[in-house]
């Protein structure tokens, strides 16, 4: 049993949610609370596989670990290969963590229970199945098949202005991800597998001039190279989002709901980001170590421009989906900073730099998710979003108003809490590297700090908004426990960052030292 | 070569003849003892019936025969062939004479109809330009009489009036061009007279005169253009039966002395005279689907429709080769069966509705299922669909094109095929499509004509499903010329 | 003698067409049960064909060759490599959801299924025949009944035009085909119709790249290569939906199987050769048939043009020559078949209910229809090549393919699947989502049973081959290889 748990338990992480649509779309569909509680159970099941994953994970352990390889598509070369490592493994927490906190605040869903439910466990299995798959079709595979739930579930339960924003998402995502299809094609040609590890090898070692393309002249490696690489790029930035490729973003999250928000923005988001680690400088070093400078440029306009929008906002939503693309700017920063360093004398500078980014993307999975909740929250009571509309509230709702604070604050990177941890790191390795821009980005992490007073200073304080008074605006126990598990780890990381840290810098060191 | 006069065997060679003529003489006897009107017609369909299994058991020509009666006569497998599927017509002509007002219950019909066929049969054996005249005529003169049989009916009258008119002036032109023939070479004997060409002493130029006088006569019996005109004309206006039989019966005899004279001359036939029928069959395919296309009536699209047929059917004579003549006399039995089958059907129709226009078939598969699947069948065999007769027909006719190099001629075939399923599908438009208001009227279907029908439906899957046996005496027919 | 099992699976239908025609026209339940009992037994057989298929051994099996026309060397031989196995499942499954959707038909439901089984019968005989001649007989068995179908029981408005242009395109293409096999057949001299003797025959080069052409393409004309697509669109809309199922879900294949067949596998040279321009055309396909369908109001036309757009993929397929290509052309072939089947399915219950197909007119149906609903959206997600659908796993290798061959055209095909993802989400949002017009609320009765039954066989296959390509990716592969075989390698 034991033994079937070690060698499966990547496979009964991923499929479990799948396994949960099922049930819950076989329960009637007016027995709304038994198909809540349903999917809230099975959803808890991956949770506590892959916290067991993490604690039996070896963090010193070289190479993927739980490594599962069958036969799955034959005819092409394709294998349904699972592994994880540091990074992967702290990406599946996260999205096995988040997804039961979103069905919680999901309660609030009333119509067509069933179906957003179940779309909802098949998006978990999307996403997992991106940060455990270590082939690169059965990746492209994953990594599209999320797109699907997600769609529906902002065009179905979005608010408003949904059919265009779920349009704009898949458009743009789906645009992203057709080069990067050509180019997995063209990768799988020229090595003649999918099989990640062998492809990072025998792709990076390709130095002959390419006949696979069948013209008539001879294209230099480098260039099918640097165009592939191009392709990867453009798909993992659309994600990410990089400026300026970040416009479907807040559209998408303002329109999606609640839940939707908080995953769109905890995971996947992540998903970009992890694209570039595990893929682009993996498999491009030396086109990844030459652009460098752009990805690192696009990644500090993200940061100040980001803020910049972040502070124009009226729309309390729109304010935290901006914060995204300030947030994730630092993300590709670090690996950036670790793309530039490559191949150079620093790695040091470099396995910081990532290490920091890695953690950024679980911290801003944390704050950000907790972010939409909360705004989520508070739509629910005064069906607005208008900051306008708001003000004073914090009398009226005490422990909201704390909760936020203290949500915030993570979100800003007050010491003590996580967000300075991932943040510092970042900044800390990419300045030695990137000098200048690590500069300028300190300026987009002082209007952060300034936008998200705003922010608050709109919502809590100030003279009370008469129109609320009366009203019942306080956060629901429901809620408090969906996002106290956010706000434990926000705490634990910021006091006691280690117990993270340890495992995704075995990882990073192995990969980019 | 001599040729020998008399023999007892020869019997065998005329069996059918013989018998045909003892069958009009017991018909005109009985017609005359005044009774039992109805069951003249039986009594034809059945003597032609026995006739036919007597023939296949007797009549069956022997290898060591071959010139009969002084020459006058071949009895080979060709001309067996040709006998039977003229004794097939009559019988089923007669069986759908039987119930057709002021034809069916008269004695000197179905004499005449018998009479006819004799003719044929002697068409098909006939190896002397004289033989060859006198059965011809033997064949037309009661046919001319036949399709003016309805005296009070105009179009009737025209139609016989119109056929004499044009079979005197083609068979008079064409006696003018055995005259010349004899005396270009003082043989009458076909096999000798290409002897005697063959010696090299006849000038081509006048030979060539001569093919084309005598081409008239065959292109007249068979409806090739030029020589098609009277077609629409007489096919609508003669009594429908009958029309069955000029269809197909006639035509077939046609090409019976049409091979055995080409063939005849086969290595003579210099390939302009190869590239003249070329362009005689392309152009009757094409002008005879082309004009198709615009018409009405079903019997005048049927006539074109016939014409057309005979171009592809020449285009296995075309091929001047073993298996072009056996891709030709499977192609007539093919066509001949599925003409009968729609011209039963089209009579069955006229019966209950008093129609032939194609309009007024609407509403037909819902007045008669059964018509209308038979209807369905035969026009999908015309048009050359698989698994029907006409498909494997038109197959093994391109096929024996493709052989020969006529690839060009295959091509224009086929271009004519898809023009002839055009119109034949919008017959099937009107069958299966169209609503009328006549739709809760059934059409009487009488015992004989689902006889005649069926064995015609049975007739066209079985030559497309199963045609290698078929197709085996197609080529036994052939080998018989080519020996 | 082993069992016949092709054979009865070829006459299972046209059988009971037969027997249909013998029960009273007013029985009209006993009719569809008759039909259904067929159905269920020619699905079965070619289940059982599919499964017990030898993959290891590969190559031909279950062949059975009996003499039918010998002096020309003519056989009725049939036989499924892995090229053809899935084609024969592929009829099966449409034959009996074309069945179960037809429940409902009252217009002479007797002729309409007898018809229909003529028509299966002939696409059986072609898909499984290894004999041209063969081929050829069951291919104009399988036209001919369409016209009958879409012109009786079509849509009013376009059936006879449509009928006659189908038939018409189709029987040309066929015709022409025939003399390209008529001259194959003289030119090899081996007196033989066999199409695995005639692989054999060496045909001069010369020769081959003469008469590809009009073998490759008179077949191609079916399988709605541009710039003969054009009766398609017409015929699927016109066409009663069972009847549109069938057309779009199995004829197409048949036009491109024969193409492969006798094209390309017996003529490789003349493949070669003339491969640019079929890559050319096939583009067109891909690209135009998307674009056309994203500015058509009427939702039967967007479906009818997506065929037009998805067919280009297999001809792309084909024209790569190679492995990954001519694989990836065989999945297309069952993951179109049976997702355009199951949009036609789609098309035709919401057209029963609302009596429109305007796009604009339509609206809110996945209230009223979920399940309706839900198996579109598979179908629609198939048809953009979503992963975890059939349509990736039938899509990619052709990609891969197209890139060993000519990666311009790979990048350009490209442009298709976005396209394709645009009307599609276009369609859906309109049709299935959005407000329901105030004339249908409350007018749309449910879907029954056996249409419920129908469409989740249909969608559990488009996803059961996504999610498990090896179901299915091998078996094609070894009949890639097959064909690859003559194409001297590769």
Same mark, same amino acid.
């Given at each position: 049993?034991?033994?079937?748990?070690?060698?499966?338990?990547?496979?009964?992480?991923?499929?479990?949610?799948?396994?949960?649509?099922?049930?819950?779309?076989?329960?009637?569909?007016?027995?709304?609370?038994?198909?809540?509680?349903?999917?809230?159970?099975?959803?808890?099941?991956?949770?506590?596989?892959?916290?067991?994953?993490?604690?039996?994970?070896?963090?010193?352990?070289?190479?993927?670990?739980?490594?599962?390889?069958?036969?799955?598509?034959?005819?092409?070369?394709?294998?349904?290969?699972?592994?994880?490592?540091?990074?992967?493994?702290?990406?599946?927490?996260?999205?096995?963590?988040?997804?039961?906190?979103?069905?919680?605040?999901?309660?609030?869903?009333?119509?067509?229970?069933?179906?957003?439910?179940?779309?909802?466990?098949?998006?978990?299995?999307?996403?997992?199945?991106?940060?455990?798959?270590?082939?690169?079709?059965?990746?492209?595979?994953?990594?599209?098949?999320?797109?699907?739930?997600?769609?529906?579930?902002?065009?179905?339960?979005?608010?408003?202005?949904?059919?265009?924003?779920?349009?704009?998402?898949?458009?743009?995502?789906?645009?992203?991800?057709?080069?990067?299809?050509?180019?997995i094609q063209l990768i799988g040609l020229a090595s003649g597998t999918f099989d990640l590890v062998e492809i990072t090898q025998r792709w990076t070692s390709l130095n002959q001039p390419l006949t696979v393309l069948g013209l008539p002249v001879q294209v230099p490696i480098g260039t099918v190279k640097t165009v592939a690489f191009w392709a990867f790029v453009l798909a993992f930035a659309i994600k990410v989002p990089v400026w300026p490729f970040h416009t479907w973003l807040p559209d998408a999250h303002s329109e999606a709901p609640t839940a939707g928000s908080m995953i769109l923005a905890g995971v996947l988001l992540?998903?970009?980001?992890?694209?570039?680690?595990?893929?682009?400088?993996?498999?491009?070093?030396?086109?990844?170590?030459?652009?460098?400078?752009?990805?690192?440029?696009?990644?500090?306009?993200?940061?100040?421009?980001?803020?910049?929008?972040?502070?124009?906002?009226?729309?309390?939503?729109?304010?935290?989906?901006?914060?995204?693309?300030?947030?994730?700017?630092?993300?590709?920063?670090?690996?950036?900073?670790?793309?530039?360093?490559?191949?150079?004398?620093?790695?040091?500078?470099?396995?910081?730099?990532?290490?920091?980014?890695?953690?950024?993307?679980?911290?801003?999975?944390?704050?950000?998710?907790?972010?939409?909740?909360?705004?989520?929250?508070?739509?629910?009571?005064?069906?607005?979003?208008?900051?306008?509309?708001?003000?004073?509230?914090?009398?009226?709702?005490?422990?909201?108003?704390?909760?936020?604070?203290?949500?915030?604050?993570?979100?800003?990177?007050?010491?003590?809490?996580?967000?300075?941890?991932?943040?510092?790191?970042?900044?800390?390795?990419?300045?030695?590297?990137?000098?200048?821009?690590?500069?300028?980005?300190?300026?987009?992490?002082?209007?952060?700090?300034?936008?998200?007073?705003?922010?608050?200073?709109?919502?809590?304080?100030?003279?009370?908004?008469?129109?609320?008074?009366?009203?019942?605006?306080?956060?629901?126990?429901?809620?408090?426990?969906?996002?106290?598990?956010?706000?434990?780890?926000?705490?634990?990381?910021?006091?006691?960052?280690?117990?993270?840290?340890?495992?995704?810098?075995?990882?990073?060191?192995?990969?980019?030292? | 070569?001599?040729?020998?006069?008399?023999?007892?065997?020869?019997?065998?060679?005329?069996?059918?003849?013989?018998?045909?003529?003892?069958?009009?003489?017991?018909?005109?006897?009985?017609?005359?003892?005044?009774?039992?009107?109805?069951?003249?017609?039986?009594?034809?369909?059945?003597?032609?019936?026995?006739?036919?299994?007597?023939?296949?058991?007797?009549?069956?020509?022997?290898?060591?025969?071959?010139?009969?009666?002084?020459?006058?006569?071949?009895?080979?497998?060709?001309?067996?062939?040709?006998?039977?599927?003229?004794?097939?017509?009559?019988?089923?002509?007669?069986?759908?004479?039987?119930?057709?007002?002021?034809?069916?219950?008269?004695?000197?019909?179905?004499?005449?109809?018998?009479?006819?066929?004799?003719?044929?049969?002697?068409?098909?054996?006939?190896?002397?330009?004289?033989?060859?005249?006198?059965?011809?005529?033997?064949?037309?003169?009661?046919?001319?009489?036949?399709?003016?049989?309805?005296?009070?009916?105009?179009?009737?009258?025209?139609?016989?009036?119109?056929?004499?008119?044009?079979?005197?002036?083609?068979?008079?032109?064409?006696?003018?061009?055995?005259?010349?023939?004899?005396?270009?070479?003082?043989?009458?004997?076909?096999?000798?007279?290409?002897?005697?060409?063959?010696?090299?002493?006849?000038?081509?130029?006048?030979?060539?005169?001569?093919?084309?006088?005598?081409?008239?006569?065959?292109?007249?019996?068979?409806?090739?253009?030029?020589?098609?005109?009277?077609?629409?004309?007489?096919?609508?206006?003669?009594?429908?039966?009958?029309?069955?039989?000029?269809?197909?019966?006639?035509?077939?005899?046609?090409?019976?002395?049409?091979?055995?004279?080409?063939?005849?001359?086969?290595?003579?036939?210099?390939?302009?005279?190869?590239?003249?029928?070329?362009?005689?069959?392309?152009?009757?395919?094409?002008?005879?689907?082309?004009?198709?296309?615009?018409?009405?009536?079903?019997?005048?699209?049927?006539?074109?429709?016939?014409?057309?047929?005979?171009?592809?059917?020449?285009?296995?004579?075309?091929?001047?080769?073993?298996?072009?003549?056996?891709?030709?006399?499977?192609?007539?039995?093919?066509?001949?069966?599925?003409?009968?089958?729609?011209?039963?059907?089209?009579?069955?129709?006229?019966?209950?509705?008093?129609?032939?226009?194609?309009?007024?078939?609407?509403?037909?598969?819902?007045?008669?299922?059964?018509?209308?699947?038979?209807?369905?069948?035969?026009?999908?065999?015309?048009?050359?669909?698989?698994?029907?007769?006409?498909?494997?027909?038109?197959?093994?006719?391109?096929?024996?094109?493709?052989?020969?190099?006529?690839?060009?001629?295959?091509?224009?075939?086929?271009l004519n095929a898809i023009v002839g399923l055009y119109y034949y599908l919008t017959v099937l438009k009107v069958v299966y499509l169209y609503r009328s208001d006549d739709e809760n009227k059934p059409i009487a279907v009488p015992r004989t004509y689902a006889l005649a029908l069926l064995t015609c439906v049975v007739a066209i899957i079985g030559l497309g499903v199963v045609s290698a046996p078929w197709l085996g005496w197609a080529v036994r027919t052939a080998q018989s010329l080519f020996s | 003698m082993t069992f016949p099992v092709l054979s009865i699976i070829v006459f299972t239908p046209i059988v009971a067409g037969?027997?249909?025609?013998?029960?009273?026209?007013?029985?009209?339940?006993?009719?569809?049960?008759?039909?259904? #009992? %067929?159905?269920? @037994?020619? $699905?079965? =057989?070619?289940?059982?064909?599919?499964?017990?298929?030898?993959?290891? !051994? /590969?190559? *031909?099996?279950?062949?059975?060759?009996?003499?039918?026309?010998?002096?020309?060397?003519?056989?009725?031989?049939?036989?499924?490599?892995?090229?053809?196995?899935?084609?024969?499942?592929?009829?099966?499954?449409?034959?009996?959801?074309?069945?179960?959707?037809?429940?409902?038909?009252?217009?002479?439901?007797?002729?309409?299924?007898?018809?229909?089984?003529?028509?299966?019968?002939?696409?059986?005989?072609?898909?499984?025949?290894?004999?041209?001649?063969?081929?050829?007989?069951?291919?104009?068995?399988?036209?001919?009944?369409?016209?009958?179908?879409?012109?009786?029981?079509?849509?009013?408005?376009?059936?006879?035009? #449509? %009928?006659?242009? @189908?038939? $018409?395109? =189709?029987?040309?293409?066929?015709?022409?085909?025939?003399?390209?096999? !008529? /001259?194959? *057949?003289?030119?090899?001299?081996?007196?033989?119709?066999?199409?695995?003797?005639?692989?054999?025959?060496?045909?001069?080069?010369?020769?081959?790249?003469?008469?590809?052409?009009?073998?490759?393409?008179?077949?191609?004309?079916?399988?709605?290569?541009?710039?003969?697509?054009?009766?398609?669109?017409?015929?699927?809309?016109?066409?009663?939906?069972?009847?549109?199922?069938?057309?779009?879900?199995?004829?197409?294949?048949?036009?491109?199987?024969?193409?492969?067949?006798?094209?390309?596998?017996?003529?490789?040279?003349?493949?070669?050769?003339?491969?640019?321009?079929?890559?050319?055309?096939?583009?067109?396909?891909?690209?135009?048939?998307?674009?056309?369908?994203?500015?058509?109001?009427?939702?039967?036309?967007?479906?009818?043009?997506?065929?037009?757009?998805?067919?280009?993929?297999?001809?792309?397929?084909?024209?790569?020559?190679?492995?990954?290509?001519?694989?990836?052309?065989?999945?297309?072939?069952?993951?179109?078949?049976?997702?355009?089947?199951?949009?036609?399915?789609?098309?035709?219950?919401?057209?029963?209910?609302?009596?429109?197909?305007?796009?604009?007119?339509?609206?809110?149906?996945?209230?009223?229809?979920?399940?309706?609903?839900?198996?579109?959206?598979?179908?629609?997600?198939?048809?953009?090549?979503?992963?975890?659908?059939?349509?990736?796993?039938?899509?990619?290798?052709?990609?891969?393919?197209?890139?060993?061959?000519?990666?311009?055209?790979?990048?350009?095909?490209?442009?298709?699947?976005?396209?394709?993802?645009?009307?599609?989400?276009?369609?859906?949002?309109?049709?299935?989502?959005?407000?329901?017009?105030?004339?249908?609320?409350?007018?749309?009765?449910?879907?029954?049973?056996?249409?419920?039954?129908?469409?989740?066989?249909?969608?559990?296959?488009?996803?059961?081959?996504?999610?498990?390509?090896?179901?299915?990716?091998?078996?094609?592969?070894?009949?890639?290889?097959?064909?690859?075989?003559?194409?001297?390698?590769?």
């Amino acid at each position: 049993m034991i033994d079937f748990l070690q060698s499966h338990i990547l496979s009964i992480i991923l499929f479990t949610p799948v396994a949960g649509a099922v049930i819950v779309l076989l329960i009637p569909a007016d027995r709304v609370r038994a198909i809540r509680w349903a999917a809230f159970l099975v959803s808890l099941i991956p949770l506590a596989f892959s916290i067991w994953l993490w604690a039996a994970y070896n963090a010193g352990g070289p190479g993927y670990q739980f490594v599962e390889n069958a036969v799955w598509y034959s005819a092409i070369g394709s294998r349904y290969h699972l592994g994880v490592d540091g990074i992967s493994v702290a990406m599946v927490l996260l999205t096995t963590l988040l997804a039961p906190l979103a069905l919680l605040i999901s309660w609030s869903v009333k119509e067509n229970v069933r179906a957003y439910m179940a779309l909802f466990l098949l998006l978990e299995t999307g996403m997992l199945g991106v940060f455990l798959s270590l082939d690169l079709l059965l990746f492209f595979v994953f990594w599209e098949i999320g797109l699907v739930p997600m769609y529906f579930l902002i065009n179905q339960w979005g608010s408003a202005n949904r059919t265009y924003a779920s349009f704009k998402f898949l458009i743009y995502t789906m645009a992203g991800s057709l080069g990067l299809l050509l180019a997995i094609q063209l990768i799988g040609l020229a090595s003649g597998t999918f099989d990640l590890v062998e492809i990072t090898q025998r792709w990076t070692s390709l130095n002959q001039p390419l006949t696979v393309l069948g013209l008539p002249v001879q294209v230099p490696i480098g260039t099918v190279k640097t165009v592939a690489f191009w392709a990867f790029v453009l798909a993992f930035a659309i994600k990410v989002p990089v400026w300026p490729f970040h416009t479907w973003l807040p559209d998408a999250h303002s329109e999606a709901p609640t839940a939707g928000s908080m995953i769109l923005a905890g995971v996947l988001l992540k998903l970009g980001a992890y694209g570039f680690l595990r893929l682009v400088l993996p498999l491009y070093p030396e086109q990844a170590h030459a652009y460098a400078w752009v990805l690192g440029l696009l990644a500090v306009l993200a940061i100040v421009l980001g803020a910049f929008s972040c502070w124009a906002q009226d729309d309390f939503k729109r304010l935290v989906a901006y914060s995204s693309v300030n947030h994730m700017g630092f993300v590709v920063l670090g690996v950036a900073a670790a793309a530039q360093a490559q191949g150079t004398g620093n790695t040091a500078d470099g396995v910081l730099a990532v290490n920091g980014a890695v953690l950024q993307m679980f911290n801003h999975g944390l704050s950000a998710a907790g972010m939409f909740l909360l705004v989520g929250v508070i739509y629910e009571r005064t069906h607005t979003r208008d900051l306008k509309a708001y003000g004073g509230l914090f009398p009226l709702a005490p422990v909201y108003g704390g909760i936020l604070l203290f949500t915030a604050m993570a979100s800003l990177g007050l010491p003590g809490l996580n967000g300075f941890i991932s943040e510092f790191l970042v900044v800390r390795g990419a300045w030695p590297i990137f000098t200048l821009y690590t500069a300028l980005g300190m300026i987009g992490l002082l209007i952060t700090g300034a936008y998200i007073l705003k922010g608050l200073r709109m919502v809590l304080h100030g003279p009370m908004n008469e129109a609320w008074a009366g009203h019942d605006l306080e956060i629901r126990a429901r809620e408090v426990v969906a996002i106290a598990p956010l706000m434990v780890l926000m705490l634990s990381i910021g006091v006691w960052p280690s117990w993270i840290l340890s495992v995704i810098n075995a990882t990073v060191a192995r990969l980019f030292g | 070569m001599t040729l020998p006069t008399y023999d007892p065997s020869m019997i065998g060679a005329v069996l059918p003849e013989l018998l045909l003529l003892a069958l009009a003489g017991l018909v005109m006897l009985v017609d005359l003892a005044g009774r039992g009107r109805r069951g003249l017609g039986w009594l034809s369909a059945a003597g032609f019936a026995a006739i036919l299994v007597l023939t296949l058991y007797f009549g069956r020509p022997t290898a060591s025969q071959g010139m009969v009666f002084g020459g006058m006569l071949r009895h080979d497998g060709t001309s067996f062939a040709f006998k039977v599927l003229f004794l097939f017509c009559g019988a089923i002509t007669c069986l759908l004479s039987l119930d057709v007002p002021r034809v069916g219950t008269r004695g000197e019909y179905y004499s005449l109809l018998i009479v006819a066929t004799l003719g044929m049969c002697l068409m098909a054996g006939a190896s002397d330009l004289i033989m060859l005249y006198l059965a011809i005529e033997t064949t037309s003169i009661p046919l001319y009489v036949l399709a003016g049989f309805l005296k009070d009916d105009v179009k009737s009258v025209e139609s016989g009036m119109k056929y004499f008119l044009f079979g005197a002036m083609t068979s008079a032109v064409m006696l003018y061009g055995f005259s010349l023939l004899y005396g270009a070479t003082g043989q009458t004997n076909l096999y000798l007279l290409a002897e005697v060409i063959r010696g090299g002493q006849v000038s081509a130029l006048f030979l060539g005169g001569v093919a084309v006088l005598i081409l008239a006569g065959f292109g007249f019996k068979i409806a090739a253009v030029p020589f098609h005109f009277w077609t629409p004309d007489v096919y609508e206006g003669a009594p429908t039966p009958i029309t069955a039989y000029i269809s197909t019966a006639s035509k077939a005899a046609g090409f019976a002395v049409l091979v055995r004279f080409v063939l005849a001359f086969l290595p003579d036939v210099s390939p302009y005279w190869s590239a003249v029928l070329a362009a005689i069959a392309t152009a009757t395919m094409t002008l005879g689907n082309l004009l198709a296309l615009a018409q009405t009536n079903i019997k005048r699209l049927l006539a074109y429709s016939s014409i057309a047929h005979a171009g592809y059917a020449l285009i296995g004579l075309v091929a001047l080769s073993e298996f072009g003549t056996a891709s030709l006399v499977f192609y007539l039995a093919a066509y001949v069966v599925t003409n009968l089958a729609a011209f039963a059907i089209v009579i069955l129709f006229a019966r209950s509705a008093g129609s032939d226009r194609i309009a007024d078939y609407a509403g037909l598969s819902r007045r008669s299922p059964g018509l209308a699947l038979g209807m369905l069948v035969a026009m999908l065999s015309l048009a050359g669909m698989p698994p029907l007769a006409g498909f494997v027909a038109k197959v093994y006719v391109f096929a024996a094109a493709v052989e020969s190099g006529l690839i060009w001629l295959a091509v224009v075939g086929v271009l004519n095929a898809i023009v002839g399923l055009y119109y034949y599908l919008t017959v099937l438009k009107v069958v299966y499509l169209y609503r009328s208001d006549d739709e809760n009227k059934p059409i009487a279907v009488p015992r004989t004509y689902a006889l005649a029908l069926l064995t015609c439906v049975v007739a066209i899957i079985g030559l497309g499903v199963v045609s290698a046996p078929w197709l085996g005496w197609a080529v036994r027919t052939a080998q018989s010329l080519f020996s | 003698m082993t069992f016949p099992v092709l054979s009865i699976i070829v006459f299972t239908p046209i059988v009971a067409g037969m027997i249909l025609l013998a029960v009273p026209g007013q029985r009209k339940d006993l009719v569809r049960w008759i039909a259904l #009992a %067929a159905a269920v @037994l020619a $699905l079965s =057989l070619s289940l059982y064909v599919y499964l017990t298929y030898d993959r290891a !051994l /590969a190559g *031909y099996q279950f062949v059975e060759t009996y003499p039918w026309i010998p002096s020309l060397g003519i056989s009725y031989a049939v036989g499924v490599d892995g090229m053809n196995a899935p084609l024969v499942l592929l009829t099966g499954i449409v034959m009996f959801t074309g069945v179960l959707i037809s429940w409902g038909l009252d217009d002479r439901p007797r002729e309409f299924f007898a018809f229909l089984f003529i028509l299966a019968t002939g696409v059986f005989g072609v898909f499984v025949g290894m004999d041209l001649f063969h081929l050829l007989f069951f291919y104009e068995i399988a036209v001919f009944p369409m016209f009958l179908l879409i012109a009786i029981w079509g849509w009013q408005v376009t059936r006879e035009y #449509a %009928a006659m242009k @189908l038939t $018409l395109y =189709l029987f040309i293409g066929s015709v022409v085909a025939l003399v390209g096999i !008529l /001259a194959m *057949y003289y030119a090899s001299g081996l007196h033989t119709f066999s199409m695995t003797a005639l692989e054999q025959a060496n045909f001069s080069v010369g020769f081959q790249k003469t008469w590809f052409p009009p073998v490759f393409f008179g077949f191609a004309v079916l399988g709605g290569i541009f710039p003969f697509h054009n009766w398609s669109p017409d015929g699927h809309v016109a066409a009663p939906t069972a009847v549109s199922m069938f057309h779009a879900g199995v004829l197409m294949k048949l036009g491109a199987y024969a193409a492969l067949r006798a094209g390309i596998m017996l003529l490789p040279e003349g493949a070669k050769f003339w491969s640019p321009l079929i890559l050319g055309l096939g583009t067109v396909n891909v690209v135009y048939g998307a674009f056309i369908a994203m500015v058509q109001t009427d939702f039967k036309y967007v479906i009818g043009f997506s065929s037009v757009s998805h067919m280009g993929l297999v001809m792309l397929g084909f024209a790569t020559l190679n492995r990954e290509g001519l694989t990836g052309a065989g999945l297309q072939m069952f993951s179109h078949g049976v997702m355009t089947a199951l949009f036609f399915a789609v098309v035709g219950m919401v057209y029963d209910r609302a009596h429109t197909r305007e796009i604009s007119k339509l609206g809110g149906f996945s209230k009223v229809m979920p399940l309706v609903a839900v198996a579109f959206i598979v179908g629609g997600l198939v048809s953009m090549g979503m992963p975890g659908f059939s349509g990736f796993v039938a899509e990619f290798p052709i990609f891969l393919g197209l890139w060993k061959a000519q990666p311009i055209v790979a990048i350009v095909a490209a442009l298709g699947i976005v396209i394709t993802a645009a009307y599609i989400m276009r369609v859906i949002g309109r049709v299935f989502f959005g407000e329901m017009p105030a004339e249908f609320e409350g007018h749309i009765p449910p879907v029954t049973r056996f249409d419920r039954v129908a469409l989740v066989v249909l969608a559990g296959i488009l996803i059961l081959v996504g999610v498990l390509p090896s179901v299915i990716a091998p078996l094609v592969q070894s009949g890639a290889d097959n064909v690859l075989r003559l194409l001297g390698g590769a």
